[in-house]
Structure formats: C-alpha cells, structure tokens
C-alpha cells in the first residue's frame, strides 16, 4: 500500500506515513484488500472465459472445415452432373463423347472463376477433366483430399479420399 499524497510505500502495521504524516485511514486499508480481491476474481473469470471460448472453437471449427468441404464438393457434383448431361447430348448428335470443354453446349468458360482448356477445367476448389466416358474432380484443398469420378455410361459417382479427412468427407457425402 501507499500513501495517497506522497506515494510512499506503507508498510503493515503503520499508522502514518513516514514522509509526511498523512494519517492511514482504516478504510483505505480495506480499499486496498477489495481491489485486490476484485482483481483476483476478474482476472480468473478472464481466463476462465478465454478457456472456454477455447474449448467451443476446438470443437466448432473442424466441424465448420467439413460443413465448407460439403459444400464445395457438392458444388462439383453439380458440375460433373452437368457435364455429364452435356457429354450424353453430345453422344446422341456424335455418336462418341468429346474430351474437349469447347464441343460441349454447356458453357463453362463465361462463368465465374472456371477456366476450361481442352479436357481440363480449373474452378477455385476443383480440377476437373474429361476422360471419357469419366469426368474427373479432383479436390484442391491439401487437408480434405479426395476426387469424385463419375462414369457416363453407368451414371455412377464415387467419391475416393486420399487422407483421412477426404475419406470422412467421402463418407458423410453418402459414398
């Protein structure tokens, strides 16, 4: 504790400051005591409360990653769905599938974030290729790696993890 005019150190017991006399009230001697005490307890509900938030995200967080992962691998789904229709169309005026995005009627080329070449398409999450009569994507994410397969003849989709992230996302897909 400390004197209140001058600052010096007031040691227990003392009735007055050294330095200048101030007399020590008994009052602010338990002043001292409750700001300690308060301190205290706020300080271990700080971290009390920082555990916990700890605990919430260790448990939310790979549930969100794999709620995301999903979604995206349900985005290509629809894609290799769509290509794949695209493909049997193309088969019936043909009478061969194509391995080239271009000779397909669906465009993906105009569409945000999808960049077709030949047999290969690049989306943000996926690589996608044709191989007929497969379609091919291949997940680009390095903590979920898996790669969805359709076949167009069968109308068949596997999902194949190469980790074991990607092979509980193949699981909680249906695969």
């Known amino acids: 504790m400390y004197c209140v005019k001058c ?41 009390f409360g920082i555990f916990i938030i700890g605990i919430l995200t260790a448990i939310a967080m790979p549930q969100y990653f794999k709620a995301v992962q999903k979604a995206r691998a349900a985005e290509a789904l629809t894609v290799i769905d769509t290509i794949a229709q695209s493909q049997q169309r193309y088969k019936i005026q043909n009478a061969a599938y194509t391995a080239d995005f271009k000779n397909l009627d669906a465009d993906f080329i105009t569409l945000q974030g999808y960049a077709a070449q030949g047999s290969a398409m690049q989306t943000d999450n996926f690589i996608i290729t044709i191989n007929p009569p497969q379609i091919q994507a291949v997940s680009k994410n390095q903590d979920f790696q898996y790669t969805l397969i359709k076949n167009i003849d069968t109308n068949q989709t596997i999902c194949k993890g190469q980790n074991d992230l990607g092979i509980s996302l193949c699981r909680s897909l249906g695969f």
Do not use: D, H, R, Y
């Open 7 to 47: 600052g010096t150190e007031i040691k227990q017991g003392q009735t007055e400051c050294v330095k200048c006399g101030l007399p020590i009230k008994k009052e602010q001697k338990e002043s001292n005591q409750t700001c300690l005490i308060l301190a205290i307890v706020f300080g271990v509900l700080f971290f």
